[in-house]
Each structure stands twice: as structure tokens, then as C-alpha cells.
């Protein structure tokens, strides 16, 4: 932590990552711990698209702990954010006993802190947000109170999804056996270089808030799903070592089809829970029809989908079919805005549709079925930002701007 005068808060920011799970998390062993009842696997997201931004602050000036996110002050007292925060200031006690040098308040053990968090995508529009809020969170605190090792863990007590969030690349999230939950942590399987022509498409479908969230859905699927307890038992186990390797080996439609799969198996255990969970829409369905029937067409698997607690499909696919691929989606979901301002993020050339292609498809279009697209790819894990001036706190600790 930079050394900081009496009155002067000491001010850290960082940037973290959305992850998108292609082994699905869904379902705890332990609602506090958040410990999961099977291992899963994401691919992290690039942060020049999807990002939160976090600046913490910490003073001895500081009345109370308090929260801004995306522009408006929350109750710290939220129970996730409280086993982060306390998690955290946990460890920094440790290290200064461990015999930390540092003058005894350098670590901020006594200090009170402000957290100002911001995302560049809509929250809760099943964007992984709670994922890239807690690690950025969690990250951010960390540099705040100078702790460093094994953070994924604690990122998990915020949202379990945001475990993942804490490395670059491939990550897999180690559901762990103990109690404690000290083993059930994240790994980078492969770094985000390993696979530079994969490509992510977030088609957003609705940026509204979903009806039920991931806690609390996951929470009637345990109570009342025997495909739950099938799939975290027996097929979760089998699907991780091949995804493993389909990872490892760059095997696109190996990947791809236990990506499809694996989503369809998580909505399978939404519908098979009592009251069932709907969180795929008509959009979501064509999406699915439109993505078999392209790789029906070249004989071969080039892209896949993936839907989270929501609506809005991602997709897998590789660098050479993304422009036949976005083409697609524009003619059978005609935006009313221009090329422009559909797609946003990695630039995507044009491409011409073969006639057949269109025919073989067979779709109604639904015009402005999505709402745009978002290309992307694999990025890093969690990063400082080293510039002052992109602070989201004032020197006296107070949100810039409300955003
Ligand atoms: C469908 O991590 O949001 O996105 O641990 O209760 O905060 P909590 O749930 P959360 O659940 C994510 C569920 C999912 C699948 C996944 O990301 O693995």
C-alpha cells in the first residue's frame, strides 16, 4: 500500500473480468461458504469489452465502511460483501503478525474504507456481473490492504461464479471436499494465449433485470431436482476431464459440443426444478435452432451457445467464421440500427451470405429479436490500473462523477 499522510486517503483502482461458464455452476453444498456441488469451468472475457471498475479508499479520516456501485450508495451491510471485506482484513491482520515490518497502520487494519465500483455493461441482464463485481472487489481490497496469494477463495464467499473471475484464460473451479471450503478454489487451466482464434459473441437479447436470480434458483433446483443430483454427481465429473482436454488440445467442436450440451443440461435442471425455471425466451430457442442448422449445413461444428440465468446466448466460435456468423444473426434478427451500433467491441468484417446458407436455415427473422452484439475474446485475470487520474474516488474519498 503507498504510503499515505494523516489526512489523504490511499486510493488503489483495478479492473476485472466477466467469465462465462462453459461447465455450469449451479447448486451449493454450503449457502454460507458457498461451496458448490460440482467443479465447473469458464472461459474469462476480454476487459476492453466487459470490465468493472473498482476504486477503493482507505483513511483514518472515514466515519463508516460505505459503497457506491454504478452511481448510487448501497448497504455495506450486505452479508457477501461482508465476508469479502472481513475476509480480507483477516488476512492483512495475519501478515502483520506473521511479522510484517510496516509501520502498524500501513496495512489500514483500523481504517474505515469506501468502495466505488462501476461496469461498463448492464448489471443483472445475466451478464455475469455479480462475477466481475466481486472479483474486482475482492481484488482491488487486496492491493488496498497489501495481501497477496490465494484471493479466489474469497471471491467466491461474494458470488460463486466470481472465483473464476480472479484468473485469465481457461479457469477451472475446483468444487473442493472439505468443510472449510479452503480447497475449493480456481485454477487457470490455460492462459488467454493459448487460444487466440476463439472467439465470443454476447448476443444481448434484453438488458433487463432476470426474474430470478441465480441464489435463489439454484437454491429450489437443490431442494426439488433429481437431474441436478444426476448431473453434479455423475456427469459433471466425466464433462470436466473432457473439456480439460478439449481445452488443452484446442479442439474446437470437441469443445463446442460439450458447451451446448452442458448449457442445455443446466436449463434441463431449471425446467426439471419445482416450480420450474424458465430463463431461455423465444429468441434464446431460435438462436439455438439457427446455431445447429449452421453447422448441420457445413457438416461440422464451427460455433456453439451458451446461456447463463438469462436470456442472452453467447457464442463460441473461431476467428474465420465470425463474419458469415454475425451476417447470420443480422439477417435473421434485423437490428433497427445500423451495423455500427449492433456490433460493438472486436471489429467485424463483412461478409456475404450464399444463398443455400439462408434457405438451409429456414428461421423467420424476428426483427430486433437482439438487441446487439458484443465480440470479444479470451482476456486476462483482475489488473491494477496505474493511472490516478482514472480514480473513481476524489481525494477525499467521494465518488468523481455519478455515473
Ligand atoms: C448460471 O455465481 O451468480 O451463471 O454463487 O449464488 O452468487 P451465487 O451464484 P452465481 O451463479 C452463476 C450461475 C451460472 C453458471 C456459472 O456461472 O457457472
Known sequence: MPED????????????????????????????LILPINSSLSVTL???????????????????????LNGKE???????????????????????????????DSAGLSQKVHICSVNNFPTAAGLASSAAGFACLVHTLAQAFGVEGELSGIARQGSGSACRSMCGGFVQWIMGKQEDGKDSVAQQVEPESHWPELRILVLVASAERKL?????????????????????????????????????RRDFPAFAELTMKDSNQFHATCLDTYPPIFYLNSVSQQIMHLVHRYNKYYGETRVAYSFDAGPNAVIFTLQQFVPEFVQLVQHFFPPDRNRDDFIKGLPVKCAALPVELKQSIGLEPVPKGINYIISTKAGPGPRVVEDPSQHLLSAEGLPKKMV
Not at 6 to 32: F, H, Q, S
Not at 46 to 68: P, Y
Not at 224 to 243: C, F, G, I, N, Q
Request: glycine share 4%.
Open 5 to 32: 499522510s494523516v489526512d489523504t486517503p490511499c486510493l488503489v483502482t483495478c479492473t476485472a473480468p466477466v467469465n462465462i461458464a462453459v461447465i455450469k455452476y449451479w447448486g451449493k453444498r454450503d449457502e454460507d
Open 46 to 68: 476480454h476487459q476492453d469489452q466487459l470490465k468493472t471498475t473498482t476504486t477503493v479508499a482507505i483513511s483514518r479520516t472515514f466515519q463508516a465502511d460505505r459503497l457506491w
Open 74 to 104: 448501497e448497504d455495506i451491510n450486505h452479508p457477501r460483501l461482508q465476508s469479502c471485506l472481513r475476509e480480507i482484513r483477516r488476512l492483512a491482520r495475519k501478515r502483520r503478525n506473521d511479522g510484517d515490518t510496516r509501520p502498524t
Open 212 to 248: 430470478i436470480g441465480s441464489t435463489s434458483g439454484m437454491q429450489t433446483s437443490v431442494q426439488t431436482s433429481s437431474l441436478l443430483k444426476h448431473r453434479a454427481e455423475a456427469v459433471v465429473p466425466r464433462r470436466m476431464v473432457d473439456m480439460i482436454q478439449a481445452v488443452r
